[in-house]
């Protein structure tokens, strides 16, 4: 079974500070992607990346930045000089079957002036 | 590109009552999915269809519990009767095809019974 596991339940930054958020799966396929959603307060799900489990390569976009490291399964995000627009719960996720998604519990990041 | 649109926002009830949700998607969109997504954890899918067709309904309580798709379109999620612990956000999603990973979410129904 298809576990996703982010054990920062909220995080509270001051604004313009780095906040990486953490993420651990679990998966028996071999191939395999991984997402990052977020989730403002009027509730919509953001997609905000989709990596493959083919390609480690770090990578950065705009102020979103992202470690995948297969060998510790685990896919964190990070937002460099956060900004209260940040505020939001961060979900990652691994689709299965049917592109059936498994999510995390979610990481509540809470940026403040 | 208009989004996933959902219908109410807000939905108050009390245990034993029935509701429905409406759900129409991304215009083109084969596949959509119901998530349930309870406070303080991530969404679990419910119900998905592939146009007017069920592709995975396992997790869906089907003794309360129903959803369609009518022309394989617009969708309608109903519980009847709702119990307390239905209260949740219902969220739907759609994209282009069934495999293709880009999902769309709604903004989806906030459901409190009482």
């Known amino acids: 079974a298809q576990k996703v596991t982010q054990a920062q339940t909220e995080i509270s930054v001051v604004e313009k500070e780095d906040v990486t958020l953490d993420c651990v799966y679990e998966?028996?396929?071999?191939?395999?992607?991984l997402f990052w959603y977020k989730q403002p307060p009027s509730g919509e799900l953001v997609f905000l990346i989709r990596?493959?489990?083919?390609?480690?390569q770090n990578e950065i976009s705009g102020r979103y930045s992202w470690n995948f490291q297969k060998s510790t399964s685990s896919f964190n995000f990070t937002i460099t000089a956060s900004q209260v627009v940040d505020s939001a719960v961060y979900f990652c996720a691994l689709p299965g079957a049917a592109s059936k998604l498994t999510f995390g519990t979610g990481t509540r990041l809470q940026v403040m002036l | 590109e208009a989004g996933v649109a959902q219908s109410p926002r807000y939905k108050i009830i009390e245990k034993r009552q029935s509701v429905a949700f409406w759900c129409n998607p991304i215009?083109?969109?084969?596949?959509l999915y119901w998530y349930q997504q309870i406070l303080g954890q991530g969404p679990k899918l419910l119900i998905q269809f592939q146009n007017n067709g069920v592709v995975d309904d396992s997790q869906l309580p089907k003794d309360r519990f129903s959803a369609e798709r009518l022309k394989g379109v617009d969708s309608t999620l109903k519980i009847q009767p709702a119990k307390l612990e239905d209260s949740a956000v219902y969220l739907c999603a759609s994209s282009p095809t069934r495999g293709d990973y880009g999902y769309t979410f709604g903004s989806g129904t906030r459901l409190t019974v009482v």
């Open positions: 215009s083109g969109h084969a596949t």
């Open positions: 990596r493959n489990s083919f390609d480690e």
């Open positions: 998966t028996r396929d071999t191939t395999y992607y």
